[in-house]
């Protein structure tokens, strides 16, 4: 099954932790995408890729890092440096960057002790 | 500056009934795309339609329709015949090249 796989589902972290969360595709798409969704709120881009070896930062980049050493991988990590980092992470990727439909994963949860 | 309101925060309804979700949008470009996503409470959004700036025709699907209009920049979405399966937060988003604006969403309970 072609899909987006996210891990883990919840994620616990202290204080001062530098944490990393997962995102893989086998959808062989270029694109991938990184959004943080706050209760409430709608989503807003942390990150994003076009393709290998690149990426952009989005509007709430200050405290998160990613790379994109290959196609099918995206991982995001949230350094001590994010303020308030208790949130709801999505990742998305597209065919390509652009226009292109972005399909989600599941999304990974992340609480900070 | 590119922006997506969805005035309505919740909204509940009987099943079947119909029921109209608002989305409005603002970009000066002539050259965009608009998406509507269902995030169910697993979380993951669930990509519905996209449509283009230059196709105002309305489209339905089933029991789901939606209605674009340039002139007063909506593009709202309606579920005819409401089912409690289609409990779940609803996301409007418009897309310019790599920048993607979701609205806030619209909380809608379909109670049996």
């Known amino acids: 099954d072609g899909g987006i796989t996210q891990s883990p589902k919840y994620l616990f972290r202290k204080e001062g932790q530098n944490v990393t969360l997962s995102c893989e595709q086998n959808?062989?798409?270029?694109?991938m995408y990184w959004y943080r969704q706050d209760p409430g709120q709608g989503l807003r881009l942390i990150y994003y890729?076009?393709?290998?070896?690149?990426?952009q930062k989005g509007d709430i980049a200050e405290g998160y890092s990613v790379s994109r050493e290959k196609k099918e991988s995206f991982p995001l990590t949230v350094t001590s440096a994010q303020k308030n980092p208790t949130a709801f992470y999505l990742c998305?990727?597209?065919?390509?960057?652009?226009?292109?439909?972005?399909?989600f994963g599941p999304g990974t949860r992340l609480t900070v002790l | 500056a590119q922006k997506v309101t969805q005035a309505q925060t919740e909204i509940s309804v009987v099943e079947k009934e119909d029921v109209t979700l608002d989305c409005v949008y603002e970009?000066?470009?002539?050259?965009?795309?608009l998406f509507w996503y269902k995030q169910p409470p697993s979380g993951e959004l669930v990509f519905l339609i996209r449509?283009?700036?230059?196709?105002?025709q309305n489209e339905i699907s089933g029991r789901y329709s939606w209605n674009f209009q340039k002139s007063t920049s909506s593009f709202n979405f309606t579920i005819t015949a409401s089912q409690v399966v289609d409990s779940a937060v609803y996301f409007c988003?418009?897309?310019?090249?790599?920048?993607?604006?979701f609205g806030a969403g619209t909380r809608l309970t379909v109670k049996p």
């Open positions: 998305a990727s597209s065919v390509r960057g652009s226009t292109d439909t972005q399909y």
């Open positions: 959808l062989n798409h270029d694109a």
């Open positions: 449509r283009n700036s230059f196709d105002e």
């Open positions: 970009t000066r470009d002539t050259t965009y795309y």
């Open positions: 890729s076009q393709i290998v070896n690149d990426f």
């Open positions: 988003a418009l897309r310019l090249y790599n920048d993607m604006r």
